[in-house]
């Protein structure tokens, strides 16, 4: 079964500094990999997806992301970090073993900007 | 111009009722999914249809029973409600059963007291 492990629960950065939200993913064959974004009190919107094409994949809002497949790493990143960005960040992984795609989530990062 | 809809959006309600979520998708996709978010905000699917038939069913008890009354509607009713089904519970949809995007409702918090 595929899982993904998102190292950090919390980030903190400053308004302006770069961001780094760590994501590393298990799959027995290759993966479809996303970032997701939910702001307090809100549903979940799609940041960026990768799916076996360019492995430096851009989102929206500035947000990115590099597969690198001998780490399996999946980490986010932002050049410089907005207010805005506050939110909680959850790294998921598609897992097809019926057919049928099924989204497995990992345990959210909350990142906290300050100004 | 609310793509995924769900309502009621906040829903209180006492041990042992019985309670309705309802979700709609203006995206014209075929398949619909719910998703139960605990309070430590982990995120588990619980069902999947596709053309109004169920593809995916995980380990959820039978008091909850998802009703697809078309491509557009997956509705969730929870019988007996318990404690532990406090969460938020989040309606998503994607086109085709391997659909990659899925789009994500706003949630509906339920507290059960």
């Known amino acids: 079964a595929q899982s993904v492990t998102q190292l950090d629960s919390h980030v903190s950065v400053s308004e302006g500094t770069p961001v780094l939200l760590r994501c590393n993913y298990s799959s027995s064959y290759s993966p479809s990999l996303f970032w997701y974004v939910q702001h307090p009190n809100k549903g979940l919107q799609l940041l960026l997806k990768y799916t076996s094409a360019a492995t430096l994949v851009k989102g929206i809002n500035g947000f990115e992301a590099e597969f690198k497949k001998s780490e399996t790493s999946f980490h986010l990143t932002k050049p410089s970090a907005h207010m805005s960005d506050a939110a909680e960040y959850f790294c998921v992984v598609s897992d097809r073993g019926t057919g049928f795609q099924k989204l497995v989530f990992g345990t959210g990062t909350r990142l906290l900007v300050s100004p | 111009d609310t793509a995924v809809s769900q309502t009621p959006k906040y829903l209180v309600t006492q041990m042992g009722n019985d309670k309705s979520i309802k979700c709609e998708q203006n995206l014209g996709h075929d398949t619909m999914y719910w998703y139960k978010q605990d309070s430590k905000k982990f995120l588990k699917i619980m069902f999947s249809?596709?053309?109004?038939?169920?593809?995916i069913n995980e380990t959820v008890p039978n008091r909850f029973s998802p009703k697809s009354p078309d491509k557009a509607h997956l509705n969730l009713h929870i019988n007996s409600l318990e404690l532990g089904d406090s969460a938020v519970y989040f309606c998503?949809?994607?086109?085709?059963?391997?659909?990659?995007?899925?789009?994500f409702g706003p949630g509906t918090r339920l507290t059960v007291t």
């Open positions: 998503a949809s994607s086109q085709g059963v391997t659909g990659y995007e899925q789009y």
């Open positions: 249809y596709n053309n109004k038939e169920l593809i």
